[in-house]
């Protein structure tokens, strides 16, 4: 191991940080996950090489349910704390909004975990309400009917109660109320209503223009008095049960928390002496994940933790209710970011690696003596550390030069590879020497940028990870193995698709994002990296960048004795399903395959053999994981 410990890995890949309690490195260097933060451990790359040997290729996206279970659990008892800490005179309650991570199996098993609290379901959309509709909830459980609404929608969440769910419409528009008002009177049905409430006061991170007065949902202030003032007319104000209010998803910085939940509470109770039937406080979304074990500000991260998310929560709303004489409103938020996205891991396997050149290996002399690549040579051979600046210099110069030489045709093709090579070379030497310096100069320390390995991994960006490309989210990643060998490699990850974007390039560490990871060397034997905490959002924004499908993925649980048990499998997309989806006709394409294949055997292009294995292998190819078979 060379002086190289396990312990040296949380200085390396942070797992202290962003992987408690889930994830932590056992003595035989692997990757283990604890499911329930309080109970058994299991190997992850044992789990990885079992599916493997199952048949269940990489990419795949292992889906932990028990931790899951384990988020309701402490999220649901942070919240319980607190009511009794702050004598709080009322309850709270989870509400899952599906568009997080609406995969079938996700939902239902929140659903179930959260039965014994009531936990409710969020939707955002006509789809999503007729994706759980039928669900078998208890009925003191809330469906909470949100996003914009026709007359078709509405009816839906009506028609709900009378199959006995207790469906909320939260009005975020003016003129979803008289749509509510007149379906309800023709159906017969008597409506329980929520009102969002567009927060002046913004959140924090990357999604703070979800709140403030431009927001795109929301009643603003004179809007809420003007629907009260429908409801009155109408004689329907007992139908108002709910406030609500969203200032953004991963939500950085608990000051943004604090004003706004000051600001919604005032309104609450404002509203209830109004409406004494309002009893739900729905504080929303926007509980945040550190996804880079910072505890900071930072767009991937929070400076505050769940349980002060609570107590703030509850205290915000408890005082106001106090100092108005009101009662205690049951308390629901909407923090499916926290809910789901410790729970999956993408695993993805290394097939192929670009390397850096080496900044010791032996030069060879310049195939011709023109000046420039005479300078190169000589500037790699005198190089010192106390000269690495000035070389720099000298080096961008030369490589200047080399190009208009080029261009001007004063430079071969031979001779432009070798300054090319001999500059790769010159200036990962310049990094490997002012490491000796007392004082690493900027431009030196900016060569971290582009002197990287590429290590090309078996998995879309596009499809798996779409927020590492859309908006840089930051996720952990490491190898789940040969951690007791030091990780020598400085590596980007790149992905199968043939875009420029399709690759990873900003990695969590202890200052901050850094444009590489420490990886192994590769020895063209299985080599598996872990992309963590990606339950939330990644799969449903997935794209089909290059026809590459969804991965596959399956659950998994510990039993009793330790050992890892598959759930289930949900085999990811075939070449087939995938053309389906952008309206080709496999069995059309098969047609005009054979109409090619008599043509070339017409001709004598192809034998009957050839034509025979062409319609085997592309049928298989229809067949297929969209992905690399390695």
């Known amino acids: ?26 003595e035989n260097g692997h990757v283990v996950v604890k499911p329930h933060s309080d109970g058994q451990e299991g190997d992850l790359f044992e789990l990885v090489k079992s599916l493997v040997q199952r048949g269940i290729e990489a990419p795949i996206l292992i889906r932990f349910d028990d931790i899951i279970r384990d988020r309701i659990r402490y999220l649901q008892a942070a919240f319980d704390s607190a009511i009794e800490e702050f004598n709080y005179q009322n309850s709270y309650r989870i509400a899952y909004p ?15 975990a959260g039965r014994p609290n009531h936990l409710g379901l969020e939707v955002g959309s006509k789809p999503e309400l007729i994706s759980v509709l ?67 006061t913004k959140g924090s991170g990357r999604w703070k223009t979800s709140g403030g007065d431009l927001a795109k949902f929301g009643l603003n202030t004179h809007e809420i008095v003007l629907c009260l003032e429908q409801l009155q007319q109408a004689q329907k104000t007992s139908w108002l049960k709910l406030l609500h209010f969203h200032i953004g998803s991963q939500i950085t910085s608990i000051e943004s928390i604090k004003k706004a939940l000051n600001e919604a509470a005032r309104m609450y109770t404002e509203l209830a002496q109004v409406c ?19 505890k900071t500000t930072s767009d991937s991260s929070m400076n505050y933790s769940v349980e002060e998310y609570a107590r ?57 003596d023109h000046e420039i690549l005479a300078n190169l040579y000589q500037l790699y051979h005198n190089l010192s550390p106390e000269g690495c600046q000035e070389a720099l210099h000298d080096a961008n110069e030369l490589k200047e030069a080399m190009l208009e030489s080029f261009m001007h045709g004063n430079v071969n093709l031979m001779e432009r590879a070798y300054a090319e090579k001999i500059y790769r070379h010159l200036i990962a030497k310049i990094h490997f020497l002012a490491k000796e310096l007392p004082y690493v100069p900027e431009d030196i320390e900016n060569l971290d940028q582009i002197l990287f390995d590429t290590y090309f991994c078996n998995f879309s960006v596009f499809q798996s990870l779409p927020d590492s490309w859309a908006i840089e989210q930051l996720f952990p990643i490491m190898p789940i193995h040969r951690l007791k060998e030091e990780p020598k490699r400085r590596a980007i990850l790149a992905d199968l698709s043939c875009d420029s974007d399709g690759k990873i390039d900003r990695f969590v560490s202890r200052r901050g994002p850094k444009h590489y990871i420490p990886l192994h060397e590769f020895k063209n034997e299985p080599y598996y990296v872990g992309i963590f905490l990606t339950g939330a959002y990644q799969e449903i924004l997935g794209g089909l960048h290059n026809l590459f499908g969804d991965a596959n993925a399956v659950h998994v649980g510990l039993d009793s004795e330790g050992q890892w048990e598959v759930k289930h499998v949900v085999e990811g997309d ?43 292998r592309f049928k298989e190819s229809l067949e297929s994981y969209t992905y690399l078979i390695v």
């Open 134 to 200: 039928t669900f078998n909830n208890n009925l003191e459980a809330l469906l909470l009917c949100n996003g914009y609404k026709d007359a078709e929608y509405i009816e839906l969440a009506l028609l709900a109660r009378k199959l006995g769910r207790r469906s909320i419409i939260i009005i975020e528009q003016p003129y979803e109320l008289p749509l509510v008002l007149d379906i309800a009177k023709r159906l017969n049905v008597e409506a329980e209503l929520g009102f969002r409430m567009k927060l002046s």
């Open 574 to 616: 075939s070449i087939e399903e995938v053309l389906r989806y952008v309206q080709y006709n496999p069995e059309q394409l098969i047609k005009q395959l054979r109409n090619l294949i008599e043509k070339a055997l017409r001709a004598g292009r192809l034998s009957n053999e050839e034509s025979a294995k062409l319609q085997k």
């Open 98 to 112: 599906i568009k997080v991570n609406p995969q079938c199996h996700v939902v239902e098993l929140i659903e179930q």
């Open 312 to 368: 703030d929560v509850v205290s915000a709303i408890g005082e106001a209710c106090q100092k108005a004489e009101l009662p205690h409103p049951t308390i629901i938020t909407e923090s499916g970011r926290a809910l789901v996205a410790h729970h999956a891991v993408l695993i993805t396997e290394v097939i192929d690696v670009a390397p850096m050149l080496n900044p010791h290996e032996s030069i060879p002399t310049p195939p011709t």
């Open 1 to 26: 191991m060379n002086g190289w410990n396990l312990a040296q890995n949380q200085n390396v890949y942070w797992t202290h940080t962003w992987g408690q309690p889930y994830f932590s490195i056992n």
């Open 276 to 294: 004494p039937s309002l009893s739900f406080f729905d504080a929303g979304g926007g509980l945040g994940v550190d996804y880079d074990g910072s």
